[in-house]
C-alpha cells in the first residue's frame, strides 16, 4: 500500500506561482508513475501533469503546456508540481496519484491510478 500526502496549496494571485510536494510511503516509489490530477467545484476530476517512474518523460494537459512542470525526486519519495502564470480557472483541489508500472491505459484517465492522496486546496485570485 502506498499512501500519498500533498502539501504547497494555497491562495495566490493571477500570475503568481506555487509548489505542490507530493511525498510517498513505501520503497518501491521509484516504479510507479506519478501524476497531478485537479477537481474544481461542481467539476469532474481532470489531469493535469504526469511523469513517468525514471523520470525521463512527462504527459501534459493542454492547459498545463507552458506553465506547469512535474519532477521527482526518487531518493526523497517525493514528486512537485511547480505552476507558474497561475490563472482563476487553475483554482481547485489538486490530487497526487500513483500508478504502477503493470497498470495500462492512457495517464490522463483516472481509473488508470492506484493510489491517491487526499487533495490541496489552490485558490487564485483575480
Known amino acids: 500500500q502506498v499512501q500519498l500526502v500533498e502539501s504547497g496549496g494555497g491562495l495566490v494571485q493571477a500570475g503568481g506561482s506555487l509548489r505542490l510536494s507530493c511525498a510517498a510511503s513505501g520503497p518501491t516509489f521509484g516504479s510507479y508513475t506519478m501524476a497531478w490530477f485537479r477537481q474544481a467545484p461542481g467539476k469532474e476530476r481532470e489531469f493535469v501533469i504526469a511523469?513517468?517512474?525514471?523520470?525521463?518523460?512527462?504527459y501534459y494537459a493542454d492547459s498545463a503546456k507552458g506553465r506547469f512542470t512535474i519532477s521527482r525526486e526518487n531518493a526523497k519519495n517525493t514528486v512537485y508540481l511547480q505552476m507558474n502564470s497561475l490563472k482563476p480557472e487553475d483554482t481547485a483541489v489538486y490530487y497526487c496519484?500513483?500508478?504502477?508500472?503493470?497498470?495500462?491505459?492512457?495517464?490522463?484517465?483516472?481509473?488508470?491510478?492506484?493510489?491517491w492522496g487526499q487533495g490541496t486546496q489552490v485558490t487564485v485570485s483575480s
Open positions: 496519484a500513483a500508478r504502477r508500472m503493470d497498470r495500462t491505459g492512457p495517464y490522463y484517465n483516472t481509473g488508470n491510478y492506484n493510489y
Open positions: 511523469i513517468s517512474w525514471g523520470g525521463s518523460s512527462t
